[in-house]
């Protein structure tokens, strides 16, 4: 694929459990181009994490059924052995998480949890890699790496844990890096420090990101590109401003305008989507936002609760799956 | 962590102090004459009352308990003249029914029942352990559900029932094996083997079953934890992501039970040790309960109790080594 | 004096064991040190700060639910910080708390019913037309279908449970609600249903809240007076419109600077303080002004003297040596 590094392709998550057939992720595709950052957004049981998982090789195939393609660099990674993924992950691609004090593990030096990062993918001797864990934590900015490379998890802040987590993810100079909402767990004076260091880093490594989020917040900061979730879909998507200037979607319409803002004086009362997010086991019919959409009495004919929207075109780049796209540029 | 050690190695003393004064009064409690039980079959009132100043039964149980403590340390002389005994430093007490010193009586019998706990501890621990990974690493699936209800009888089978069983099946109807008869591993290495191995391989059914389960449950919970998704996305193989980071984190569970049942074990099998005619702990408890001797009841008791406080204090050593969190609180 | 809560030079300490053979108290964690509030008829007090600041232990030691080492706490005019366990009973009715984790603040093993109806049960109060009418108006008030009654928690999504909470806070019309970050593991679409919820509620029943969080956009909707809090003491405290438009303190300033706003082109253009490192140990807290570890502004004297909340008018109260003027907060 040309001018894309990642890209995914009618990718489909189903879980089957005993209620039913959980449907994660129901034919996902975007492509992220090299050195860029692309932001998923979206609310819990929107599939945005499950993506990122699957295009890692995470999900348990005993209880995930992962169909469709996500290239990476050209090559089908759904196509490829499992055992080959596993060699990519920690070296090709890395991913860090939300919670980074239950991602490290708790018995084990900070030390030793990157040096086996390291010796897993390289052929070096442990007083190297133990030199590379050090230099790895000085890049992002942990004081007195030497010293603290020899503490536990335990004894280390909130915003310290994520930036060994991020040394540990970059250690071994991947080209692609997924950060599942990385600054969630934190504090804000937290969250700035981590979001800084990230673009940072991407800007001398040239790393291509996926930032997974709820926070439109901290996409507006960091990405360049975004993807919109709804209910296992990929409901908009398009660049930064469009998402933001040129919404074509009711659902992103919608979370914009529920976000509380330090910025603006608005009336006190917020503008939330009504209702709930949908059951994954019994999607709505037609536009899995129907039941919830308030422009649904704008489109004729009850068409939005029958048919579901495909992505349309909003203008080159910018697709949005609602019927009010008449697909030659004109937003709702 | 060494003043924690001390800590606890002071507490564990107190303790120690504490049972034993508890397990004595609790034993001179009992209704028994001891004075008229340790006498023997031809008995006059005149030798129960020596026996009774023999004894120091004559006084206070404070007083007793000192002279039993103290003997411990300098040992004790009952009885003066001609019939007095002398029972030396440490003395843990004199059994009047094997004119013998208690400790020499335990001493005699331990290595038959630590062979007997420990090839069981080895066996058990390591089959359960690898039976539960095993069946966690399956779960849901047949080999799971095998595992499963295969360790769920075996947790509820009784051992005398399943010692007997066993006896009946592989000793006298198949007669894959000789009558049980001890002997020191130094003396006759081979009977040694085929006395212990069936007695072993029952305990350690009996324990594995609670091992397989524990460790199953214990990795379903952390291979659900988020640094085992760090682990696989680290790039890991699979052996070490189990191995390595789910099964420690898995281990603390496991350290305590094993600990503690290795403990009640090093205080004898008592059925077990009767069935196999195995002269351990256990057996010489049972023969002091049947030919009634105090003092050794006294003294085999304690010496289980303190193996369970080690173990305990073992068990609070080995998760601070395990778990660096438990070293910084 | 229309004053609900007056809280006054309120201290909770914990004490900190050595190590050792023996072990004793050796130092204190002064997770409220010196914290005077109050909150008005009918009004929303924001509390706000980043994690480990003592906004939490403040509003469960309002509450009576942590000891109180030092200080007054009245609640109507009552002085309630000596009452025995007996005599604190029958005040419980006119203060309550609403938690931050829907999930774990419901006994998954009560039907939603039984869970509203508690409070009745607990107080031995007999609402007119009886607990099951009651239940059924709470429920219906608080946006939940009076149908589910029998449901268990379990059945309920995040927001909904959220909704279970606040019907059982609400039932025996208290005067004081204490909403410990009551929509900070909610999704954005929810969040603003459940911050409607309150405002409505509030309005209808006249109900105080002391609103503690640590997201100072969610308290902008909801709060008429905001306190900022940090490492145990208040450091801040006016009206919205004053300390959202001009805050003083260097800390509020760099709180609000670090919140990403939703919007691309005003983040790339907004001026920011990223604070570095961690705020301090509460056992071991900096000398004099506690925040000049992190302070961009900060003098000699900040080192030495600890700064008192002082009125620079208007009833906007701050503790700092140098406060920000508007000139110095948009130069910075």
């Not at chain 1, 049981?45 to 995930?64: D, E, F, W």
């Not at chain 1, 991407?202 to 790393?207: L, R, V």
């Not at chain 2, 980071?245 to 603390?252: N, S």
Request: hydrophobic share 45%; charged share 20%.
């Amino acid at each position: 694929m040309t001018g894309a590094f990642l890209e995914v392709r009618d990718l489909h998550v189903d879980f089957p459990t005993d209620d039913g057939t959980v449907h994660a992720v129901a034919g996902a595709s975007f492509s992220v181009s090299p050195g860029s950052t692309m932001a998923i957004v979206g609310e819990s049981g929107s599939g945005k994490s499950v993506t990122a998982q699957a295009i890692m090789g995470l999900l348990n195939p005993r209880a995930a059924q992962v169909s469709g393609h996500v290239f990476l660099n050209g090559t089908d990674l759904l196509e490829c052995e499992p055992d080959d993924v596993r060699r990519m992950r920690g070296s090709v691609m890395s991913m860090i998480f939300q919670d980074p004090l239950s991602s490290l593990h708790p018995f084990y030096r900070i030390g030793d949890q990157l040096v086996e990062a390291v010796r897993v993918h390289q052929n070096v001797s442990k007083s190297q890699a133990r030199d590379m864990a050090i230099d790895g934590l000085r890049r992002v900015g942990i004081p007195a790496p030497e010293r603290r490379v020899d503490d536990y998890p335990h004894q280390l802040s909130g915003g310290m844990r994520q930036r060994v987590m991020i040394a540990m993810a970059l250690i071994n100079g991947p080209d692609l890096l997924i950060a599942d909402e990385p600054t969630t767990a934190l504090d804000v004076t937290v969250q700035a420090q981590i979001i800084d260091l990230m673009m940072e880093l991407q800007e001398q490594t040239g790393t291509t990101m996926v930032v997974i989020t709820h926070d439109l917040g901290v996409v507006a900061e960091m990405a360049k590109d975004v993807c919109v979730m709804y209910g296992g879909r990929i409901v908009e998507h398009g660049s930064t401003d469009d998402i933001y200037y040129r919404t074509s979607m009711p659902y992103t319409q919608g979370l914009l305008s529920s976000v509380p803002r330090l910025d603006e004086v608005r009336s006190e009362r917020l503008d939330p989507i009504p209702g709930n997010p949908p059951s994954l086991i019994r999607l709505p019919s037609g536009c899995v936002f129907h039941p919830r959409c308030r422009e649904r009495s704008r489109v004729e004919d009850d068409l939005c609760r029958t048919l579901e929207p495909e992505l349309l075109e909003v203008s080159p780049g910018h697709t949005a799956r609602c019927h009010l796209v008449d697909g030659t540029g004109g937003a709702p | 962590m060494g003043a924690y050690v001390l800590r606890r190695v002071l507490i564990m003393l107190l303790l120690l102090l504490l049972l034993s004064f508890a397990v004595f009064v609790l034993f001179s409690l009992l209704p028994a004459d001891v004075a008229r039980l340790t006498c023997g079959k031809i008995c006059t009132d005149q030798t129960i009352e020596l026996n009774r100043i023999r004894l120091g039964l004559d006084k206070s149980v404070f007083e007793q308990y000192w002279l039993f403590l103290s003997a411990i340390f300098v040992g004790r002389t009952y009885g003066v003249g001609e019939g007095a005994v002398v029972c030396e430093a440490p003395c843990l007490g004199w059994s009047f029914t094997k004119s013998e010193p208690v400790l020499e009586l335990i001493l005699d019998r331990l290595p038959t029942t630590i062979f007997l706990a420990l090839g069981a501890f080895v066996l058990f621990l390591i089959g359960g352990v690898l039976l539960g990974i095993y069946s966690a690493l399956r779960r849901g699936g047949w080999q799971d559900k095998a595992i499963t209800g295969v360790a769920l009888v075996g947790y509820s089978l009784p051992s005398f029932f399943f010692g007997l069983v066993v006896i009946y099946f592989v000793i006298i109807r198949w007669q894959i094996l000789p009558f049980p008869r001890y002997e020191h591993p130094w003396d006759d290495p081979v009977q040694f083997v085929q006395t212990m191995i069936l007695p072993w391989l029952v305990l350690a059914i009996l324990y594995a079953a609670f091992y397989t389960r524990l460790t199953r449950s214990q990795m379903l919970e952390t291979l659900g934890d988020d640094y085992i998704r760090t682990a696989r996305a680290k790039g890991l193989p699979e052996r070490t992501v189990i191995g390595k980071h789910a099964l420690r984190a898995g281990l603390t569970p496991i350290v305590t039970a094993a600990g503690l049942d290795l403990a009640g074990l090093l205080g004898g099998a008592i059925i077990l040790e009767a069935i196999f005619s195995l002269p351990g702990l256990g057996s010489l408890a049972i023969s002091s309960v049947t030919n009634p001797d105090q003092s050794i009841l006294v003294g085999v008791t304690l010496i289980t109790a303190t193996f369970v406080i080690i173990a305990n204090l073992v068990v609070d050593i080995l998760y601070a080594y395990i778990d660096p969190r438990v070293r910084a609180s | 004096m229309t004053d609900i809560v007056r809280v006054t030079d309120l201290r909770v300490h914990f004490p900190v064991k050595s190590r050792g053979v023996f072990p004793r108290t050796i130092g204190q964690v002064k997770a409220v040190d010196g914290v005077s509030l109050h909150i008005g008829a009918g009004e929303t007090l924001g509390l706000v700060g980043e994690s480990g600041c003592g906004k939490s232990t403040t509003g469960r030691a309002i509450l009576r639910l942590l000891p109180i080492t030092s200080g007054r706490v009245e609640i109507e005019g009552t002085d309630i910080t000596d009452l025995s366990r007996r005599q604190m009973r029958p005040r419980r009715r006119e203060a309550q708390m609403i938690f931050q984790d829907p999930y774990n603040a419901l006994n998954p093993r009560q039907t939603v019913g039984s869970i509203i109806a508690a409070p009745f049960r607990i107080q031995k109060v007999d609402p007119p037309g009886g607990v099951r009418a009651a239940v059924r108006d709470l429920m219906d008030r608080v946006g939940l279908n009076p149908e589910h009654v029998n449901r268990y928690p379990n059945e309920f999504s995040g927001g909904q449970r959220q909704r279970i909470g606040i019907a059982r806070a609400i039932a025996l019309q208290p005067r004081l609600i204490v909403c410990d970050e009551p929509v900070s593991a909610l999704d954005v679409s929810i969040q603003a249903q459940i911050l409607n919820l309150l405002s409505t509620l509030q309005e209808e029943f006249q109900l105080s809240y002391l609103f503690i969080a640590h997201d100072l956009a969610v308290v902008r909707h909801i709060a008429q007076r905001v306190a900022v809090m940090y490492l145990g003491s208040i450091v801040e405290v006016a009206s919205r419109e004053d300390i959202y438009s001009h805050p003083l303190h260097p800390y509020t300033y760099a709180l609000m600077s670090a919140i990403p706003v939703p919007d691309p082109h005003l983040q790339a253009e907004r001026q920011r303080i990223v604070l570095r490192g961690d705020p301090p140990s509460p056992v071991d807290p900096p000398t004099g002004c506690t925040f000049h570890t992190r302070c961009h502004i900060a003098q000699e004297r900040c080192r030495t003297e600890i700064p008192v909340l002082r009125d620079m008018g208007g009833g906007h109260e701050v503790a700092c040596h140098f406060p920000l003027t508007d000139l110095s907060a948009t130069a910075t």
